[in-house]
């Protein structure tokens, strides 16, 4: 799992004309929430958030640095401007260490399944699954290997390698890839 470490300020001044005016210095405006609900507005570098904004996964945890106070954080949402290519807001999510957060995290796969060399066909049949994990535990990929398929078999979820820390949701016996015999 990467670092990424993102700095913060807090904000006092908010509204439409406070956040015009963060955006022309090259700040975004933005909200961290607690798991209570508590919100704290803060503004984060343009730049910097780019940089981890367009490298991640929905399930990376970010140290936020808001005033010398580290946050383990998630990008809930961001408001972006497709005219203009840039960010409007951002919202981060920061939950208790020690809660567990549900979440969907794509799998991806490598290599080509033993039985298409052998003239079968390959199906992706779900390339997306649940899990239940803290903060911390989250893993940004699943990565699996699918060439050791042959014809008439099938990845599962089952088969997938992930931490002992991760729990996974969705069901076991649920077919990711399979390889389909030639007609």
Do not use: C
């Amino acid at each position: 799992m990467s670092k990424q470490t993102l700095d913060a300020k807090v904000r006092t001044a908010t509204g439409k004309t406070a956040a015009k005016n963060l955006r022309k210095v090259g700040r975004i405006p933005a909200v961290v929430y607690n798991s209570k609900g508590e919100a704290t507005s803060i503004d984060v570098g343009e730049v910097e958030f780019n940089k981890i904004w367009r490298t991640i996964t929905p399930t990376t945890s970010i140290t936020l640095n808001v005033d010398g106070k580290e946050h383990l954080v998630i990008i809930k949402d961001v408001e972006y401007n497709i005219r203009n290519d840039k960010v409007l807001h951002a919202d981060f999510f920061a939950p208790d260490a020690d809660k567990k957060l549900v979440m969907k995290i794509k799998v991806h796969y490598t290599g080509t399944p033993a039985g298409v060399l052998k003239g079968g066909f390959k199906k992706e049949r779900n390339n997306e699954i649940r899990i239940k994990a803290a903060i911390g535990d989250l893993p940004e990929t699943i990565v699996a290997d699918i060439s050791k398929i042959n014809v008439s078999e099938a990845l599962r979820v089952k088969d997938l390698e992930i931490s002992k820390n991760v729990e996974v949701l969705t069901d076991g016996e649920l077919p990711l890839v399979t390889v389909s015999p030639a007609r």
